[in-house]
């Protein structure tokens, strides 16, 4: 089972920062929390993952708690293309098994 | 263009009958892998190969088989003896396990059983 807890879906408005949440509380010590979108009928792309600091890149930032109980997904400017279900996994990188749960459906309105 | 590779995107195959699906990669990663997707659902891990001539069962392997003869190459068989075989398959690969591994997945394979 996922070890994740995400909401099912969010809304946000183009142009704005889309925050999406994700609640991890069982998370072991060597666990990362690795961030993936699925567009429709396509393979899940790669976002961003981290450990405990938080992450930045070109596509988003990734804020871990300090407690690494919790983070949220930060899209800064979101557009009709972020449209997509992403999906928050915790997962050791040296098992090679990601477990994907139901992940958010978010929307992204003009 | 680096990438992974699925054929073909669409397939159909009658009740009763073993496919094959293709995945190929020239990203030189030692390890592959392929999901399960059902409508509405997550990924569910089939089978994973951590590099040539290896390979081990994932959550929901029976009804499946794999082979990795090739680096490059891990096609997955589904036989006449997985119960519900329609869904969304897909095959991801990463340059190995530990620390700053990243699985890349790709685009994907529409079974159809009819």
């Known amino acids: 089972d996922a070890k994740t807890t995400q909401p099912p879906s969010m809304d946000c408005a183009e142009g704005r920062a889309a925050n999406l949440p994700c609640n991890h509380s069982?998370?072991?010590?060597?666990?990362?929390v690795y961030w993936y979108r699925q567009i429709h009928s396509q393979g899940p792309q790669y976002i961003i993952h981290?450990?405990?600091n938080n992450e930045t890149n070109e596509m988003a930032s990734l804020i871990i708690t300090e407690d690494r109980k919790s983070s949220t997904l930060i899209l800064p400017h979101a557009t009709l293309r972020d449209t997509a279900v992403y999906y928050c996994?915790?997962?050791?990188?040296?098992?090679?098994?990601?477990?994907f749960g139901k992940g958010t459906k978010l929307s992204v309105k003009p | 263009d680096g990438g992974i590779t699925q054929s073909p995107k669409y397939l159909f195959r009658k009740e009763g009958q073993n496919v094959t699906l293709s995945c190929e990669q020239n990203?030189?990663?030692?390890?592959m892998y392929w999901y399960r997707q059902d409508p509405g659902q997550g990924l569910r891990l089939i089978y994973y190969?951590?590099?040539?001539?290896?390979?081990q069962k994932g959550d929901i392997a029976e009804g499946y088989s794999v082979s990795r003869e090739k680096k490059e190459s891990f096609p997955l068989t589904v036989t006449s003896a997985q119960k519900n075989p329609t869904a969304f398959y897909l095959c991801?690969?990463?340059?190995?396990?530990?620390?700053?591994?990243?699985?890349?997945f790709g685009p994907g394979t529409r079974l159809t059983v009819l």
């Open positions: 991801a690969s990463s340059s190995g396990t530990g620390e700053g591994s990243t699985q890349y």
């Open positions: 069982t998370i072991s010590g060597n666990e990362y």
């Open positions: 981290g450990l405990k």
């Open positions: 996994i915790v997962s050791s990188p040296w098992l090679g098994n990601l477990i």
């Open positions: 990203l030189n990663h030692d390890a």
């Open positions: 190969s951590q590099i040539v001539n290896d390979f």
